[in-house]
T-cell receptor
Framework: EAQVTQNPRYLITVTGKKLTVTCSQN?????MSWYRQDPGLGLRQIYY???????DKGDVPEGYKVSRKEKRNFPLILESPSPNQTSLYFC????????????FGQGTRLTVV | AQKVTQAQTEISVVEKEDVTLDCVYE???????LFWYKQPPSGELVFLIR??????QNEISGRYSWNFQKSTSSFNFTITASQVVDSAVYFC????????????FGAGTILRVKS
């Protein structure tokens, strides 16, 4: 089954404690990205990757890091989480970067206290 | 700049009513794509439709229909004979070459369908 898998689904952590949210897709997609969803703001892109070892900032990259060492995986790293990073996070992948349908993971609800 | 406006923050209807969710977009691209996603209470994002800027034909899929009008930069979504299971947050999104093809989302419209 074609899917994007994120882990964990829920996470409560403390300020400053490094964490990683994993994302894996099984569709051999080149384009992957991370979004955060906040009330009244919709989803905003954090980082994206057009292929292995190619990543770039989205609209709200501050406080986040990503890596793309393999095509299927695109982890999101919060080196020193802060309460304003409490949000619902989605990983997405698409076959191409030009208007392709994005497949989304199930979402990760992160709370930073 | 790209921007997607969903002016309706929340809509409540009674089952079997028709409901239209509005989406107005702004872009300088001539080639772009428009999307609708549904987010049910369980939280996942469900793809509903993708439309490219060169295809202005309206589309119908069961009880769902979409009206794309380039002249007014709108891509509205209508649910006919709404059902309780249609209760969700609906997002309209835009993707274009100029800004790296990321999905630019509207703020979403909460649809509540009451029985």
């Amino acid at each position: 089954e074609a899917q994007v898998t994120q882990n964990p689904r829920y996470l409560i952590t403390v300020t400053g404690k490094k964490l990683t949210v994993t994302c894996s897709q099984n569709m051999n997609h080149e384009y992957m990205s991370w979004y955060r969803q906040d009330p009244g703001l919709g989803l905003r892109q954090i980082y994206y990757s057009m292929n292995v070892e190619v990543t770039d900032k989205g609209d709200v990259p501050e406080g986040y890091k990503v890596s793309r060492k393999e095509k299927r995986n695109f982890p999101l790293i919060l080196e020193s989480p802060s309460p304003n990073q409490t949000s619902l996070y989605f990983c997405a992948s698409s076959l191409s970067w030009a208007g392709g349908q994005a497949f989304f993971g199930q979402g990760t609800r992160l709370t930073v206290v | 700049a790209q921007k997607v406006t969903q002016a309706q923050t929340e809509i409540s209807v009674v089952e079997k009513e028709d409901v239209t969710l509005d989406c107005v977009y702004e872009t300088r691209d001539t080639t772009y794509y428009l999307f609708w996603y549904k987010q049910p209470p369980s939280g996942e994002l469900v793809f509903l439709i993708r439309r490219n800027s060169f295809d202005e034909q309206n589309e119908i899929s069961g009880r769902y229909s979409w009206n794309f009008q380039k002249s007014t930069s709108s891509f509205n979504f209508t649910i006919t004979a709404s059902q309780v299971v249609d209760s969700a947050v609906y997002f309209c999104a835009l993707s274009g070459v100029e800004y790296g093809n990321k999905l630019v989302f509207g703020a979403g419209t909460i649809l509540r369908v009451k029985s």
